[in-house]
């Protein structure tokens, strides 16, 4: 058996429930947005030395891979596979996590620029993955077609994780990316994390 079926040769593709559409279809750009982010969510984990972080990655990438089943399944299929539900505790796990690490003291103090500190530079390009995979989920929400409303609010709610995850990082090395400084003391940016 070979994972090379031919089946996609014309640009159509198979959901949980045996539905085949278009490769441009909204889901399978909303699942597909999931497949990027758990793949630079692996290489921010790669090169992360923070054990701690590199673990809650490591969940994070296998809830993400039932996130992304739950997206993959037609919504007229008949039965849809328990493993692929996502439910509120696993929001929840996020959301204290996301208090925990809030608790760190300087964490929020400002808008940070990417790129000061590697690890965390990574962590920013999931972020905007992340945001985008959500975008796309909203999308496809609002053009009248099922998600479950706890893969909205895990995305929402994993793009300030992984902010905090970059911030952390930072904290915890001594860097300091905060945007405003003696010649960008505007409070007019964007609250939009």
Known sequence: MSIATKRGDSGQTGLVGDVRVSKADQRVEAYG?????????????????????????????????RLGAALATAPEAE??????????????????????????????????VPGAHMEAAAFEISRTVCRRAERQV?????????????????????????WLFGRLLEVQAGV??????????????????
């Open 79 to 112: 039965k849809k596979q328990a493993e692929s539900s996502m439910t509120a505790g696993d929001v929840d796990g996020l959301t204290n996590l996301v208090h925990r690490i809030e608790a760190t003291p300087g964490i929020l103090s400002d808008w940070s």
């Open 176 to 193: 300091d990316s905060k945007l405003r400084d003696d010649t960008h003391k505007s409070t007019h940016w964007s609250k939009a994390w």
């Open 33 to 65: 947005c999931v497949d990027e982010l758990n793949s630079v969510l692996g290489f921010a984990r790669s090169i992360c030395k923070n054990m701690e972080i590199c673990s809650w990655t490591e969940s994070i990438q296998k809830t993400l891979f």
């Open 138 to 162: 909203v999308r496809l929400v609002e053009s009248g077609d099922f998600v479950d409303p706890q893969v909205l609010a895990y995305l929402n709610r994993l793009s300030d994780l992984l």
